[in-house]
């Protein structure tokens, strides 16, 4: 091999050394797998469940498996359709077990609530799920707002902490018109396919809400099988954690 060609293999294996995972300032992983066209749909339930028949059965139909990110109370209330998940090879992974608002919305590193507490409701999740025989070891925290000391939390329990990648509008699929952000699922798939047109969306964590409010009646996971069709005539396949 001359010097060319060893010095090649040398960019290409640091770039796949470092190029598949982006992590944020807080230390989540906020994207996988940057070199493979594979995209993560990751959905997270609380206390709405009626979206998640419609989201396996699409799921189930296009072959796809997902990251499903549920609370403890989620997980409690929903035996039967978390072991169903879990089962067909979806990833199940913890989301807080009473989905507590950890940190200040403005002030990030202020904790609202102590070291001890925040890891007790993630034990409590992870305990529930273990019941299920479920043991994960990846953890999306509660309204995805987190900091550092949240993600070092989630570490002590074994837990790497993950987030939905930015870009897209498919995270305010939980608004309801009466919000001042509210955004229909027409403009959240619009959000997307524009996202898409102009960049990459390699190892992209997809946020969806298969439980929303019952004010919302523009459900964007019914959307789910059209948004598919679309990234996989893009040329995309799909990864789970
Ligand atoms: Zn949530």
Redesign the pocket.
């Given at each position: 091999m001359n010097k060319i060609n060893l010095s090649c293999l040398f960019f290409i294996i640091t770039i796949s050394f470092y190029a598949q995972r982006i992590v944020d300032k807080e230390g989540a992983i906020v994207r996988s797998d940057t070199l493979k066209k594979n995209i993560y749909l990751c959905f997270?339930g609380?206390d709405h469940a009626e979206g998640f028949e419609n989201v396996i059965s699409v799921l189930n139909k296009q072959k796809v498996k997902g990251s499903f990110f549920l609370t403890g109370d989620f997980v409690r209330s929903n035996e039967n359709l978390v072991k169903e998940l879990s089962k067909s090879g979806h990833f199940v992974g913890a989301?807080s077990d009473k989905?507590l608002l950890y940190c200040d919305w403005i002030k990030r590193d202020s904790l609202l609530h102590s070291e001890k507490r925040i890891k007790e409701d993630i034990l409590q999740n992870l305990n529930a799920l273990k019941k299920l025989e479920i043991c994960p070891k990846h953890f999306m925290p509660?309204?995805e707002w987190y900091n550092k000391k949240v993600v070092e939390i989630a570490l002590q329990l074994n837990q790497i902490t993950v987030n939905f990648s930015s870009g897209t509008r498919s995270n305010a699929d939980y608004t309801t018109p009466e919000m001042p952000n509210y955004i229909s699922s027409n403009d959240i798939l619009k959000s997307i396919y524009s996202y898409l047109s102009l960049n990459s969306m390699n190892g992209f964590h997809l946020l969806i809400h298969p439980g929303t409010s019952p004010k919302r009646k523009d459900k964007f996971y019914l959307r789910l099988d059209e948004l598919i069709n679309k990234l996989k005539k893009e040329g995309y396949q799909f990864s789970k954690f």
């Amino acid at each position: 091999m001359n010097k060319i060609n060893l010095s090649c293999l040398f960019f290409i294996i640091t770039i796949s050394f470092y190029a598949q995972r982006i992590v944020d300032k807080e230390g989540a992983i906020v994207r996988s797998d940057t070199l493979k066209k594979n995209i993560y749909l990751c959905f997270t339930g609380h206390d709405h469940a009626e979206g998640f028949e419609n989201v396996i059965s699409v799921l189930n139909k296009q072959k796809v498996k997902g990251s499903f990110f549920l609370t403890g109370d989620f997980v409690r209330s929903n035996e039967n359709l978390v072991k169903e998940l879990s089962k067909s090879g979806h990833f199940v992974g913890a989301h807080s077990d009473k989905h507590l608002l950890y940190c200040d919305w403005i002030k990030r590193d202020s904790l609202l609530h102590s070291e001890k507490r925040i890891k007790e409701d993630i034990l409590q999740n992870l305990n529930a799920l273990k019941k299920l025989e479920i043991c994960p070891k990846h953890f999306m925290p509660p309204y995805e707002w987190y900091n550092k000391k949240v993600v070092e939390i989630a570490l002590q329990l074994n837990q790497i902490t993950v987030n939905f990648s930015s870009g897209t509008r498919s995270n305010a699929d939980y608004t309801t018109p009466e919000m001042p952000n509210y955004i229909s699922s027409n403009d959240i798939l619009k959000s997307i396919y524009s996202y898409l047109s102009l960049n990459s969306m390699n190892g992209f964590h997809l946020l969806i809400h298969p439980g929303t409010s019952p004010k919302r009646k523009d459900k964007f996971y019914l959307r789910l099988d059209e948004l598919i069709n679309k990234l996989k005539k893009e040329g995309y396949q799909f990864s789970k954690f």
